[in-house]
Structure formats: C-alpha cells, structure tokens
Nanobody
Framework: QVQLVESGGGLVQPGGSLRLSCAASGSIFSIYVMGWYRQAPGKQREFVARITSGGGTYYADSAKGRFTISRDNAKNTVNLQMNSLKREDTAVYYC????????WGKGTLVTVSS
C-alpha cells in the first residue's frame, strides 16, 4: 500500500510557474514508477509525466520542454516543476504510483488564468 498526498497547486497567470509535490508513505517508495496525471473539467484523466525508480523520465507532448519531473527517494517525494503555464494546463493534478498507476492521491487544483 502507498498513500499519496499532493500539494502546491493554486492560481497562476499564463506564463507563470508552479511546483507540485507528492509525498508518499507506506510501501517502499523507491521501487515504484511515479507519475503525474491531470484531469481538466469535462475531460478524462490524462498522463503528464512519469519517472522510473532509476530516474528515467517520460513526458506527454503537451509537457515536453515546459515541465520537469523529479524524485527524491530519501524523502519519498516526487515533484513536478511547471513553467510557461498555459490556460489549457488548468486541471486537477494527481500523483500516481506504479505503472500503470495503482495508487492515487486526491489531487491538487491548478488554475491558469489572468
């Protein structure tokens, strides 16, 4: 079992930045692929980025060049640095553990608006 808690969401202007964090507890965090996903209003949840236990990273096309995923296995955290935010990035962002994700957090809302 893995428990996940996201934080760092909020309101930001277009072009701004936010850093999301996901704190994990429970099972051995370091063995899991960790990912960030998002769900915009009226849309299905979609993949944003994931990072393997060894640090390999993968991004959705919409995130490439703007978002960076990282993890700290000593602190059981995974982060998502989001730069150059666009209105279409507005969504609830979820942290997921496993590939496919078997454990989910409750999400943190990111609103990109002027």
């Amino acid at each position: 079992q893995v428990q996940l808690v996201e934080s760092g969401g909020g309101l930001v202007q277009p072009g701004g930045s936010l850093r999301l964090s996901c704190a994990a507890s429970g099972s051995i965090f370091s063995i899991y692929v960790m990912g960030w996903y998002r769900q915009a209003p009226g849309k299905q949840r979609e993949f944003v980025a994931r990072i393997t236990s060894g640090g390999g990273t993968y991004y959705a096309d919409s995130a490439k060049g703007r978002f960076t995923i990282s993890r700290d296995n000593a602190k059981n955290t995974v982060n998502l640095q989001m730069n150059s935010l666009k209105r279409e990035d507005t969504a609830v962002y979820y942290c997921g553990a496993g590939y496919p994700a078997a454990y989910w957090g409750k999400g943190t809302l990111v609103t990109v608006s002027s």
